[in-house]
């Protein structure tokens, strides 16, 4: 089945680093877009040196690297030298995207701000992704993805009473802020009249993804607190201990309460005025959640996921990365993509694809990640520059 290429004929100037930026580029290569990593010469992009294998960070080619830029051509670039910026702003004449993730105002002070080189190409779209947004009074702080969950309230809703404030286990605001720049970027594209300017503030694109939790503040007035495994709309809804871990059951429902009930041979509990409503089962959570534990302890997570999703209660073991990336409804389906001669990598590299299917068919990239400045002879060849300017460029330390 053909992968969906519905940015193809998009051209991306890439100019992130680490993560935010990289991650929504990398939503935009595997919807077709070309996207030229543009990096600092000699080093690249950081994320090249950083991961859990230090023999791939000492060549360049860091796991955290590896896994969102796949597809990319890469091509290095001093902006700080005046011949660099020109040769960026004649690369920014065909394209129709420039994304970068330097603290707000470093692009103005390398005189290739976005009125700069929309000056060059008006129907550009640029996109910048920083912690805070390219005004108010936090604008100039460094961000990095646990500043931002700390200060977004996401620490001091994760976790319990006892572990809390606690950081959530991947950089959720980083790619939060990430998938929000790849959406406004595709809806920008989709414009009449292409050609803005797209402000991506990581805090403000978390606290946009809290709703549910930072309404009940909003209109209810009620302050998000952490609660840990447990789903505070609803009981019994959470995390449970059975034999040989834990499974996630949400029996959010009557009926589905009812059905629990009766299948764990607690059917006196549906007399009981304790447990007659969803609100009586809230308030007595705990104690709802000895009795139901005292019946799992049977059986493994796994198995009473099997038996209870049978019988309509949603349920489901809590796995780790190992057993959900092993398991034939991610394996199968196309998420995972291989790529078996990487430059610089001495394995196949294997990555995620962004989780969505066109037409029954996953979004993919023909390359693995591309070597630090891979590309430069063809992408600068489309400007005018042959092999003999390249080499002086390079002596220069232009490229």
């Known amino acids: 089945m053909t992968s969906p290429k519905p940015l193809d004929g998009i051209r991306v100037l890439d100019l992130t680093n680490v993560l935010a930026g990289p991650f929504a580029c ?15 010469p000699g080093r690249g992009d950081l994320a090249r040196q950083l991961g859990a294998d ?14 969102q830029n796949a597809g990319k051509k890469s091509v290095t670039l001093n902006l700080k ?45 640029y996109c910048a992704i920083s912690g805070f947004g390219q005004d108010g009074p936090w ?16 620490m001091s809703i994760t976790g319990d009473a006892d572990s809390a404030p606690l950081r959530v286990g991947y950089p959720v605001a980083d790619t939060i802020g990430g998938l929000t720049a790849a959406m406004a970027i595709a809806s920008a594209l989709n414009a009449p009249q292409r050609g803005c300017v797209i402000d991506v503030s990581m805090l403000e694109a978390v606290l946009a993804t809290m709703g549910w939790a930072v309404s009940n503040y909003l209109i209810a ?9 447990e789903n505070t709309t609803s009981a019994p809804s959470g995390a449970f201990r059975c034999k040989g871990g834990l499974v996630n059951i949400a029996a959010n429902k009557d009926e589905q309460w009812q059905i629990l009930a009766r299948h764990l041979g607690l059917e006196a509990l549906l007399d009981d005025p304790d447990f007659a409503t969803r609100e009586d089962r809230k308030r007595n959570r705990h104690a709802l959640r000895a009795l139901i534990e005292a019946r799992l302890e049977a059986k493994a997570p796994r198995d009473w996921a099997r038996e209870l999703n049978a019988l309509g209660v949603p349920a489901g073991a809590v796995m780790s990365v190992p057993e959900a990336l092993a398991h034939p ?7 995972l993509a291989s790529f078996e001669a990487v430059p610089g990598v001495d394995r196949p590299v294997r990555v995620l694809r962004p989780g969505v299917k066109m037409d029954g068919a996953a ?16 992408i600068y060849g489309e400007i005018g520059i042959d092999a003999g300017e390249l080499a002086r460029l390079a002596e220069e330390g232009v490229i």
């Open 26 to 40: 990398h939503q935009l290569a595997h919807m077709g877009a070309e996207v030229i990593k543009v990096e600092a």
């Open 54 to 67: 230090p023999g791939l960070n000492a060549t360049g080619m860091g796991v955290s690297f590896l896994a």
């Open 81 to 125: 030298h005046a011949r660099g910026k020109e040769i960026l702003k004649a690369l920014v004449r065909s394209a129709d995207v420039v994304v970068e993730n330097f603290r707000p105002g470093v692009m103005d002070r390398l005189g290739v701000g976005p009125e700069v080189l929309r000056a060059e190409n008006p129907a550009l779209i």
């Open 139 to 154: 604008r100039d702080r460094p961000a990095y993805d646990q500043i931002v969950q700390g200060v977004a309230g996401v």
């Open 221 to 229: 007035g009620v302050e998000p607190g952490a609660h840990g495994n």
């Open 329 to 335: 409804q991610v394996a199968d389906r196309g998420l």
């Open 363 to 378: 979004p993919t990239v023909e390359n693995g990640p591309p070597a630090l400045g891979a590309d430069a002879g063809e």
